[in-house]
């Protein structure tokens, strides 16, 4: 079986005497550092910002009078601004340094609350909030992982995807629930469900401001080669396919199946959106150590996988939405959650194999852009629910999964078998450098 170092070596003689900047990292970087936290917890704090507005899609149903297929747009829309956010935002980062852009993507990120916070008097408001919540997200996940994979250069089991994952993760986790529990309780929800998140925002400022950045700035990076040709042919026909079902299978579970149990769970609905929530990320969280171990180079048996469990997850929430039961919709949820993590992290791996480091986040940001097109999934379902049953609709679902899963085991074996069979005398590399 040939591994990605086979399948996408280019290069030549020419460029053995240059130096990658993650080789210079790995000197500069402690292993067993503790460096990458503040940058997680930024990358959490803007994930915070992102999921909290999950659970309160029912109470802002029940309060606006909006239909849902308007109110999954208002989740959707976060999506439309995440593409710009990580387009710009990881090249940026990859030129004019990462502390920069996280900043910025911080700064965003409070904005985005406080104008949700006015959302509870002007619907639209709702809307340009989750639209700029889109845009610090997508800056904030491209530069942030790219960050945190060098802060951690050096570590032999090369945690950078697991750690990404992971903070990404838990501010997904966290912020739904701290939302959801404070609207089913607190007075004035609508307003104080915001305000964990604006102080976790700011110190997170705080504590990045004098991280240290080793890409403080470097123009010459938007010139060079981003990938090699057969890894630009791997991300298209392998990569890009599987990538919209990252946040297809946790939107699914988040923004979807709450809503379809709405009559079971009664005037727990804001809990139970929470709740359910925040188990799906903490499931995605829970899987992380065997996708880790799932992981190898000359295989894609974590990407199949990924898919397996993103089609069982879908099944059983079509099973739950014919019989509109709570526990298998929980059930759901955890087998989505396992999904969206495992898909996570194998994605980003693959990504930071191909990638240089010149062009980390640009390339990262390339495939996060598509991951996200995930988040459109429960908008499309909402605007044809008239016409055919949940159930129905999930079940289409699931069948777009099992195709995904076909093409990208094919393209994948296509790609190895196509593939020189030993290196030759040119240097062994991912991708293509300068």
């Known amino acids: 079986m040939l591994s990605l170092r086979t399948l996408v070596q280019v290069g030549h003689s020419r460029n053995d005497r240059q130096v990658t900047t993650f080789s210079l990292l790995a000197k500069r970087t402690d292993p067993s550092s503790k460096n990458w936290r503040p940058v997680g917890l930024s990358v959490a704090a803007v994930g915070w910002g992102a999921n909290q507005f999950a659970p309160l899609l029912v109470m802002y149903r029940a309060q606006s009078g909006l239909s849902a297929a308007a109110v999954q747009a208002t989740f959707g829309i976060y999506a439309l601004g995440l593409i710009p956010g990580l387009l710009l935002g990881g090249p940026l980062s990859d030129k004019r340094g990462r502390r920069s852009v996280m900043l910025a993507a911080l700064a965003l990120s409070l904005t985005a609350s406080i104008l949700l916070v006015y959302g509870g008097q002007r619907s639209a408001m709702l809307f340009v909030g989750r639209l700029v919540a889109g845009i610090a997200s997508g800056a904030a996940f491209s530069a942030g992982t790219a960050w945190i994979k060098e802060l951690s250069a050096g570590s032999p089991d090369n945690p950078g995807a697991r750690r990404s994952t992971i903070a990404m993760t838990s501010g997904f986790a966290v912020g739904p629930l701290c939302a959801g529990i404070i609207a089913q309780f607190a007075p004035y929800p609508e307003v104080l469900c915001y305000s964990p998140h604006l102080v976790l925002v700011t110190a997170a400022a705080c504590l990045i401001y004098r991280m240290p950045d080793f890409r403080q700035g470097n123009p010459t990076v938007a010139r060079a080669p981003s990938l090699s040709p057969l890894a630009m042919r791997r991300m298209v026909t392998v990569i890009f396919p599987f990538a919209p079902w990252v946040f297809g299978s946790a939107a699914i579970g988040l923004a979807y199946l709450p809503g379809l149990m709405s009559e079971q769970v009664g005037e727990n609905a804001l809990l139970f959106a929470a709740f359910i929530t925040a188990l799906g990320a903490l499931a995605g969280i829970a899987i992380q150590p065997l996708a880790r171990m799932l992981d190898a180079a000359h295989h894609s048996r974590l990407l199949l996988g990924s898919m397996m469990l993103v089609i069982a997850g879908i099944s059983i929430a079509a099973v739950a939405a014919h019989v509109r039961t709570v526990p298998l919709a929980v059930l759901a949820s955890i087998v989505l959650g396992f999904g969206y993590g495992a898909c996570q992290v194998g994605g980003l791996l693959e990504v930071q194999r191909l990638a240089p480091a010149h062009a980390l986040a640009r390339v990262t940001a390339s495939y996060q852009a598509v991951t996200y097109l995930g988040f459109g999934v429960p908008f499309a379902l909402a605007a044809i629910d008239g016409r055919f049953s949940p ?21 994948d074996k296509i790609l190895r078998s196509s593939a020189p069979s030993s290196p030759t005398e040119s240097t062994v590399r991912y991708v293509e450098t300068t």
Do not use: D, F, N, Q
């Not at 159930?391 to 393209?411: E, H, K, Q």
């Open 391 to 411: 159930s129905a609709l999930l079940i289409g679902v699931s069948l777009l999964a099992v195709l995904t899963l076909a093409l990208v085991y094919s393209a």
